[in-house]
């Protein structure tokens, strides 16, 4: 079967997944890409809730055009990071995401460093938003979701 055949998802997965093929890599992602999006939506809700709120439904719908129950996974997620980021004391949101947001960019590294590959996305941008899919896949395998 050729390229052209396979859903755009599974060719992005596939692409994706490339990159991740050593345990520890694929284990400290499963950590530090949940961890990166909390951070990436904590320092946009320190910014403003609606531009958190706004990067979530952007990012859906392009979850959306690439697979529904990806869309669906990745929404449950995302609220319960918002519910989370809108339980804590507002002036604990900044330095907390800050901290977080650096240290799970070092956990990426040090497991790409492991997997003696680079990330995906100094090929292709699109892969920052890959990633949780990626991880979010993982999940889904694991209890036979089809996505």
Not at 45 to 67: E, H, I, K, Q
Request: with cysteine.
């Amino acid at each position: 079967m050729s390229t052209l055949t396979h859903r755009r998802i599974d060719v992005l997965l596939t692409r994706y997944a490339e990159s991740h093929q050593h345990h520890v890599n694929e284990l400290i992602h499963c950590l530090c890409v949940p961890a990166i999006v909390l951070a990436l939506l904590g320092l946009c809700w320190s910014l403003s809730p609606m531009l958190a709120v706004g990067l979530v439904l952007v990012s859906l719908a392009y979850y959306f055009t690439l697979s529904p129950p990806f869309a669906l996974g990745m929404l449950l997620m995302a609220s319960v990071m918002l519910l989370v980021l809108a339980g804590l004391p507002p002036r604990a949101v900044l330095p907390a995401s800050a901290a977080i947001f650096v240290i799970a960019w070092i956990g990426q590294f040090i497991g790409h460093k492991i997997e003696g590959k680079k990330p995906s996305f100094f090929e292709d941008v699109r892969f920052l938003l890959i990633g949780p899919l990626f991880v979010l896949s993982l999940f889904y395998r694991r209890f036979r979701i089809r996505y």
